[in-house]
């Protein structure tokens, strides 16, 4: 009997990238039974007519403002229906990135290392168009007290425990999705990932990442965003303040909720120290 996994994510105006990480799943990973909730957010490129013609494929839709956390948000909601009505018994969800190109049998090897532990969320690393370097992975803090973190991926066959994830690729059991709910609604687009990580630990789960990529996914670059030093301060402090940077409310809130009052104070703030000073 196959593994039943749901996969959700969110897309907008990247049809071609978004059909091909479905397909990838559902044709390359032979041991699993896939059913999919993508919420596609106002796409105008045709994405959404082109997954509704895909099998065992739902397509919720979005008004255009609803941005990564907010997308996946929607996927989430209705997955939880399902699931809570019956009408779904998956045993596994899947995070993932419309973007990734995956690997043949890279989630069929995620379920292998999980075996029999039924509060073990696994994150597939994604790597560089060189196939070699890390893009994303697992978030290790490398502080107790400030936000502080390096993405890993593990080096042997085990898995590497880690505190929170990229949700480019993660396998969670179903048991530990419905504890954990939604995505925290105070998030649009960045950081909804990361706390949801975070909320998943608090309801029990251990998150492991795998020394295995699944699939290829370059790393956005830091250009044209508030951490380009070329720019003007202007344009910084506005990019920085968008839905697509990181709101003084939502770090703010992310910091305070996952460490402490004075990380949160300080480190709300110095994003703004570094702009002022052009670095």
């Keep these: 009997m196959k593994i039943k996994v749901l996969g959700l994510a969110t897309c907008f105006n990247r049809k071609e990238k978004t059909v091909n990480a479905i397909k990838r799943l559902a044709e390359g990973n032979k041991k699993i039974e896939f059913d999919f909730i993508i919420a596609d957010d106002n796409s105008r490129d045709g994405t959404a007519e082109a997954l509704a013609e895909i099998d065992r494929v739902e397509v919720m839709h979005g008004d255009g403002n609803s941005y990564y956390t907010g997308g996946m948000r929607i996927a989430i909601a209705r997955a939880l229906e399902l699931i809570g009505d019956g009408s779904m018994t998956p045993d596994y969800i899947l995070l993932f990135n419309d973007d990734v190109d ?132 202007k344009a910084r402090f506005k990019a920085k303040e968008s839905i697509k940077g990181v709101p003084f409310k939502e770090f703010y809130h992310y910091i305070l909720k996952n460490y402490n009052f004075p990380a949160a104070v300080i480190f709300s703030i110095s994003p703004y120290i570094r702009i002022l000073l052009g670095i």
């Excluded at 969670?172 to 950081?191: A, E, Q, R, W």
């Excluded at 975070?198 to 370059?218: F, L, N, R």
């Excluded at 790393?219 to 030093?229: F, H, L, M, P």
């Design 102 to 233: 995956f690997y043949e049998e890279s989630i069929d090897g995620l379920i292998e290392r999980n075996s029999d532990a039924v509060n073990r969320i696994w994150v597939g690393p994604t790597c560089e168009s060189d196939g070699v370097s890390l893009s994303y992975g697992g978030i290790a803090r490398t502080s107790n007290w400030k936000p502080k973190f390096k993405i890993v991926k593990a080096d042997k066959y085990e898995g590497l425990r880690v505190n929170t994830f990229n949700a480019n690729c993660v396998l969670i059991p179903t048991n530990i999705f419905i504890k954990t709910g939604n995505m925290d609604p105070v998030y649009h687009h960045s950081l909804g990932d990361f706390d949801y990580g975070y909320m998943t630990v608090k309801q029990g789960a251990e998150i492991y990442v795998s020394d295995a990529y699944v699939g290829m996914c370059p790393n956005n670059s830091e250009k044209g965003t508030w951490r380009d030093a070329s720019m003007s301060r």
